[in-house]
Every structure is written in C-alpha cells, then in structure tokens.
T-cell receptor, first 113, second 114 residues
Framework: SQKIEQNSEALNIQEGKTATLTCNYTNYSPAYLQWYRQDPGRGPVFLLLIRENEKEKRKERLKVTFDTTLKQSLFHITASQPADSATYLCGAGRDTGRRALTFGSGTRLQVQP | DAGITQSPRHKVTETGTPVTLRCHQT?????MYWYRQDPGHGLRLIHY???????DKGEVSDGYSVSRSKTEDFLLTLESATSSQTSVYFCAISESRDKNSPLHFGNGTRLTVT
C-alpha cells in the first residue's frame, strides 16, 4: 500500500540554523506534495505546494524540493527561529483517482534559542 | 483562519452510543473532508464530499457515516462509538476543482470513547 513516511523523531536545532525535514514515499507516484505546519491543539496550516515537474519551490525562508528519483521531498527552513517550532506534515496527492491527500505522521521541530 | 468551525471541540462518550460531529464553513467551498489524527498514523481520510448530497469513502470509513444537506455543513456520525474511535477529528475544506488545491483545516474535535 502507498506510504508517506516522515521521521517520527523530533528534530532539535539551534536558532539561526537551517532545519531540514524529510518526506519519503513508497508504492506511490504522487503528482504533487503539500507541506503543512501544525501547532498543538490546532489544525494544520498549508505552507507550500510542489508538483512533480518542479524541482524546487521557495517562499520567504521556506524551501521545498521534490526528487522523483529518490522518491523524496525535503523541506528546509533557513535562519530558523523559536517561533518555527511546530509539527510539519507532508501530504501527497495525485491528479487522478480519489480527491484527497495522503499524509505522513509529521515531524516535530524544536528550535532552541 | 478560513471560516471553519467544528463542534463540539471536546467530547467524552461511552462505548455503544451514537455521536455526531459537526463541521460548519462560511467560505462556500465545494469540497469538504473528515480526517482523524492518531499518534504514529498521521491524518487519515474518513469521508469526503464534493457537493451537497455527494460523498465518498476514504481509507478508514468503517464505522462512520456522513451527510451533507447544505453546502456549509458536513456531519460525521459514529453510529455506535468504539474505543478505537478515540481520536482527534479534523474537518477540512478546499475550493478549487484542482485536486492540488490546499486544504484549510478546522481546529479539531477531541473525542474520547470510554
């Protein structure tokens, strides 16, 4: 069955450093990936979308890549701040079939001041 | 936040009782979704709707039913709650016909089945 995998261990980094989160997929060829941020007690909030024909997308301090050979997406936060501490979710979807995203379980990021 | 309200925000119920969760949107979006979120499993799709009275099953639909009689409301019903349905339930909406259009989530309903 199709799987979206994110590192379940929390990522701890120092303020100012670049955080890199990984999303791997197996038994699946998504047409696009979306990244969301989730704070405790809140619903996920959309951050970035990248399609399979795009290698990289940027938005302010955020960058996401999509490598269809490695079956992987990387999500980078540059110049990280304590306010970036949250859980980040990767969701994958296709242009055909059921209209809905398949999500990974998320990676918690903790940025230390 | 997109205009999505989930109610109740918290509920404790006993095994075997029926439970209905409500999602109300003020955005007039066509597509609405119910997900559940559990540790280690992430968000899993229960049911979704692509219009009034038009719904389809997701990957974990057993034990759940939905109804959408108005654009703004999408109800999730657990006919006879079980302890395995203890979870946080999120409603989401999306606007565009494009399948890659972002989802906008409510803040969830925490359901505990004792």
């Amino acid at each position: 069955s199709q799987k979206i995998e994110q590192n379940s261990e929390a990522l701890n980094i120092q303020e100012g450093k670049t955080a890199t989160l990984t999303c791997n997929y197996t038994n699946y060829s998504p047409a696009y990936l979306q990244w969301y941020r989730q704070d405790p007690g809140r619903g996920p909030v959309f951050l970035l979308l990248i399609r399979e024909n795009e290698k990289e997308k940027r938005k302010e301090r955020l960058k996401v890549t999509f490598d269809t050979t490695l079956k992987q997406s990387l999500f980078h936060i540059t110049a990280s701040q304590p306010a970036d501490s949250a859980t980040y979710l990767c969701g994958a979807g296709r242009d055909t079939g059921r209209r809905a995203l398949t999500f990974g379980s998320g990676t918690r990021l903790q940025v230390q001041p | 936040d997109a205009g999505i309200t989930q109610s109740p925000r918290h509920k404790v119920t006993e095994t075997g009782t029926p439970v209905t969760l409500r999602c109300h949107q003020t955005e007039n979006h066509r597509y609405m979704y119910w997900y559940r979120q559990d540790p280690g499993h992430g968000l899993r799709l229960i049911h979704y709707s692509y219009g009034v009275k038009d719904t389809d099953k997701g990957e974990v639909s057993d034990g759940y039913s939905v109804s959408r009689s108005k654009t703004e409301d999408f109800l999730l019903t657990l006919e006879s709650a079980t302890s395995s349905q203890t979870s946080v339930y999120f409603c989401a909406i999306s606007e565009s016909r494009d399948k890659n259009s972002p989802l906008h989530f409510g803040n969830g309903t925490r359901l505990t089945v004792t």
